[in-house]
């Protein structure tokens, strides 16, 4: 079975240019998650989704970053206009809900901002 | 609001010790606790996953423990091997949202 799927791997990219990222989950995971981790650091929730819907994007720094999940699968997160400060990495996850709900994370993709 | 903190920082053991990891937290109002390994440059793998109802789960030389009342949970690793170098986090799931800690940066030498 295949696991959480993400890219890019690697993004270098000027400051105030706009960056996506794309995101994979498990099949049959309704929950997606997205997270950011800055280096040292345990990772922070950005956006959950249930299905299509976002029911937790209360960390989202709105102005800049948005986030779709289109028929409930693959999902996009994107940064306009990026900053120095959101250089990261920034992980997806998916969890195919119920309790205990364990989350299964993709690989990641490491933003650098110049 | 949940905060959680994890000793030591980093971590550099022969092989062969038996460690432990420490994980503590300020709200018991937990689900769930989980322990994650994170190698470099990938994604977290969850190792141990402990419901708020159980004080302990084990898994091969992996034995995690879990003390609601004191805040805090233990990551014990038997017989340690270069392989487990790693990072490891704890995360503290509660209402659908895993608040992690800071991490542990392990190396085993051989």
């Known amino acids: 079975e295949a696991g959480v799927v993400q890219s890019p791997r690697y993004k270098i990219i000027e400051k105030k240019q706009p960056v996506a990222f794309w995101c994979n989950p498990i099949?049959?995971?309704?929950?997606l998650y997205w997270y950011l981790q800055n280096l040292g650091q345990g990772p922070e929730l950005l956006i959950r989704?249930?299905?299509?819907?976002?029911?937790?994007d209360s960390q989202l720094p709105k102005d800049r970053f948005s986030a779709e999940r289109l028929k409930g699968v693959d999902s996009t997160l994107k940064i306009q206009p990026a900053e120095l400060g959101d250089s990261a990495v920034y992980l997806c996850?998916?969890?195919?809900?119920?309790?205990?709900?364990?989350?299964?994370f993709g690989p990641g993709t490491r933003l650098t901002v110049l | 609001k949940q905060e959680v903190t994890q000793i030591p920082a980093a971590l550099s053991v022969p092989e062969g010790e038996n460690l432990v990891l420490n994980c503590s937290f300020t709200?018991?109002?937990?689900?769930?606790l989980q322990w994650f390994r994170q190698d470099p440059g990938k994604g977290l793998t969850s190792l141990l996953l402990?419901?708020?109802?159980?004080r302990e789960q084990t898994s091969g030389r992996l034995n995690a423990s879990l003390d609601k009342s004191s805040g805090r949970s233990t990551l014990y690793i038997a017989a340690s091997q270069p392989g487990d170098s790693a990072t490891y986090l704890c995360?503290?799931?509660?209402?659908?949202?895993?608040?992690f800690g800071t991490g542990t940066r392990l190396q085993v030498f051989p």
């Open positions: 996850a998916s969890s195919p809900g119920g309790q205990p709900d364990t989350q299964y």
């Open positions: 099949s049959g995971h309704n929950t």
């Open positions: 989704y249930e299905n299509e819907e976002a029911v937790d």
């Open positions: 709200d018991s109002a937990i689900y769930n």
């Open positions: 402990i419901q708020s109802s159980q």
């Open positions: 995360a503290l799931d509660n209402t659908d949202k895993l608040i």
